[in-house]
């Protein structure tokens, strides 16, 4: 049988695995998934699962709460933008109001192809990073494919979501930056913004992601774990902070 080094030790090779199979492996079994890219960088599945999610859960956001109320909750939450609001006519208000009701909607039904834009830049910075800091002689491909099943904890997060939305749970004060308590940042509704934002990323679902995003960084570059969490969390630390920096400045 073949064998694949994996963090510098050679193991193995496990059968190929179809795309279902690396899916549901994902979640039970992920080492299996994360070598198996060694072979095939496919990611189709997990992308079209995510948009598929994705469309349900904009759809559900459209139908139980309404992106005027959405929209109307995101500029109460940025004093800001709320000071600006108020200067202007009624007219001038509703215009504005209906302009961003419009983004705030596309941009929720385009999240799978945001996804996508995201999943990109990480991998770009992963494929860097491993490849001319450690060494390592990973593809762009793997690293995306890496990501995009990395992410899929995301979809039981989605699920919930959309859920609760049916259910009418908590619909009059529906928060779609923090929809669900799966993170700190949920319940200090009155805490500043910008702390509500970095403590949304301690998301269960999205710690997951991390640590299977580290696990699959260390097979596909054949590093060991601690490496490539120094070099995958650290990323993920540069991105709360300037996130929640950001959200700071915005007000």
Same mark, same amino acid.
């Given at each position: ?7 510098g030790?050679s193991v193995?090779a ?5 795309q ?7 979640f039970v079994?992920?080492?299996k998934?994360?070598t198996?890219?060694?072979r095939?960088t496919? =990611? =189709?599945?997990?992308?079209?699962l995510m ?5 349900a859960m904009?759809f559900?956001?459209d139908?139980?709460?309404?992106f005027?109320?959405?929209t ?5 939450q ?6 600006q609001?108020a200067q202007?006519t ?5 215009v504005?109001m209906s302009?961003a009701?419009?983004i705030t909607r596309d941009s ?7 996804l996508?834009?995201?999943a990109a830049?990480?991998?770009?910075l992963m494929w860097?990073?491993?490849n001319?800091?450690?060494g390592?002689?990973t593809?762009f491909?793997?690293?995306l494919?890496?990501?995009?099943y990395?992410?899929?904890p ?5 699920v919930i979501?959309?859920?609760?939305? =049916?259910?009418g749970v ?5 928060d779609?930056?923090?929809p ?5 940042g949920?319940?200090l ?6 702390i509500r934002?970095g403590l ?7 710690? =997951?992601?991390?640590a299977?995003?580290?696990? *699959?960084?260390?097979i596909?570059?054949r590093?060991s774990k ?6 995958v969390? *650290?990323?993920?630390?540069m991105?709360?902070l300037?996130?929640?920096g950001?959200?700071?400045v915005?007000g």
């Open positions: 049988m073949e064998e694949v080094t994996v963090a030790e193995p496990v059968k190929s695995l179809s279902t199979e690396r899916v549901v492996d994902i079994a992920p080492s998934t994360f198996d890219i060694l095939s496919s =990611w =189709w599945l997990p992308f079209l948009v598929v999610a994705s469309a904009a559900s956001i139908r139980k709460v309404g005027d109320r959405v109307e909750q995101a500029v109460m940025n004093p800001q933008a709320a000071d609001l202007l009624p007219q001038q208000r509703a504005r302009v009701t419009v929720v039904y385009a999240s799978g192809v945001l996508l834009v995201m830049v990480t991998a770009l860097v990073s491993f001319f800091g450690l390592a002689q593809t491909g793997q690293n494919a890496v990501f995009l990395a992410y899929l995301h979809l039981f997060l989605v979501e959309i859920v609760l939305l =049916w259910l908590n619909t009059e004060n529906f779609i930056n923090f669900v308590g799966t993170n700190p949920y319940y509704s009155d805490a500043p913004h910008w934002t949304g990323f301690l998301d269960l679902f999205g710690l =997951w992601s991390l299977l995003m580290v696990l *699959g960084m260390a596909i570059s590093k601690a490496q490539a969490a120094v070099v969390v *650290g990323w993920w630390l991105a709360v300037v996130t929640a950001l959200t700071a915005r």
